[in-house]
């Protein structure tokens, strides 16, 4: 089962690393941080692409923890006291129960989100992709010799002025593994206004320019598993992608709650595992109950049934064992019959077309709300 994406497509790229996992070294190019592909590596026989497994099991430590939003104002500070917080949960994680190969956070542990920010707030908070919060967490990663798996406001050099949330994931050598953009906003559900952070969707043309059709929905593909990550709810069919290019476990973020019938489905449908990590009661967010959307944790198996969830809605490590040898062994591409919808997804439209902001930035949530007014396709 273990094939390499020269397999799959002579422009798939490598680099090395030394992992740290059972000494083993060689992971992919990884999605938004170079061209890759320009074609989807997915296999089209039932397997997927894979590096060879470190290990038979893999422990994951899920996070829930605070979203505390920072002063937009003076931001050095409260993103310091926000990282030390981080740092010291990372100590707590791998004292408490035994070591953990990922530890998995959620969005906002750095800056916290506020809806008073506009862009030029919001790109203040927001953390350098190459900055010292990602360095001090790969020191953390380095120390215990494990993944860290987490998401922020944050700025990218090759994209000025946008504001991007990103999942990052830390190799056990300290190093940015891979960078998953958000894969696209919710629109019309808040009152009066519209997020502003800059999607894959938002850009697509560029984006794939700059990383290629393969980096649209990433997988990571490491020693201890194939790992995907998102930051979007109720989007079925992009989890369902991710599991037929070979995603084994999906980091699903959130914060203010989300759908756990979302989160079982997508694991039950694909037959993979997938884990939700939400924020913890949060006090001082601002205009929001601190407990509002908190809790729920968790890992879901293939079966879509709870492996383990947080107990409370308070700050918790939700610790489980993915046994990832045995699963990949039997594991297959969700069996899709595309031949009988293929012709309704081609004559589909979402509602909101791509690359809205490829022209245009807002400048805050409320002027999201006014630009997007007059752009849906549906009526």
Known sequence: MDKSLAEISRRALFHTGALGVAGLAAVP????????????????DGTYATVPL?????????????????????????????????????????????????????????TGWSYEWGRKEALRVAIDVDGPEVA???????????????????????????????????????????????????????????????TIHDVLDRYVEMYGWDAVVPVTRTPLGNLCTSSTQREFEYIRAMAMKGGEIILRTASGGFSDLDIAASAFYNGVYVAICNNSISPGIGKFFEAAGGGGSALYGPDGKVVQMAETQAEELVGATIPIRAFRARHRQPNVHT??????????????PANLFATY?????????????DKSRWK
Not at 63 to 88: F, W, Y
Not at 146 to 157: D, L, R, T, W
Not at 171 to 194: C, M, S, T
Not at 339 to 352: F, P, Q, T
């Open 29 to 44: 190019a990884m999605a938004a941080m170079g061209k890759g592909p320009d074609t989807t590596t997915l296999i089209p």
């Open 54 to 110: 470190a290990q038979d099991s893999v422990s994951l430590g899920i996070c829930q923890t605070r979203v505390r939003p920072i002063d937009a104002a003076s931001p050095e500070k409260g993103r310091a006291e926000n990282l030390a917080h981080m740092l010291d949960l990372i100590d707590a994680a791998q004292a408490y129960g035994g070591r953990r190969d990922i530890l998995f956070f959620h969005e906002f542990p750095l």
């Open 136 to 198: 001090a967490i790969g020191k953390k990663a380095k120390q215990y010799n494990c993944m860290i798996v987490f998401g922020s406001y944050a700025k990218e050099p090759a994209w000025p002025n946008h504001l991007l949330s990103i999942t990052f994931i830390i190799g056990p050598d300290g190093r940015i593994l891979d960078k998953h953009w958000k894969a696209r906003n919710i629109k019309g559900v808040f009152v009066g206004f519209e997020l502003f952070t800059t």
């Open 339 to 352: 031949d009988l919808i293929l012709k309704e997804y081609e004559a589909y439209r979402s509602r909101h």
């Open 361 to 373: 930035l807002p400048t805050d949530g409320q002027d999201a709300k006014r630009f997007l007014a």
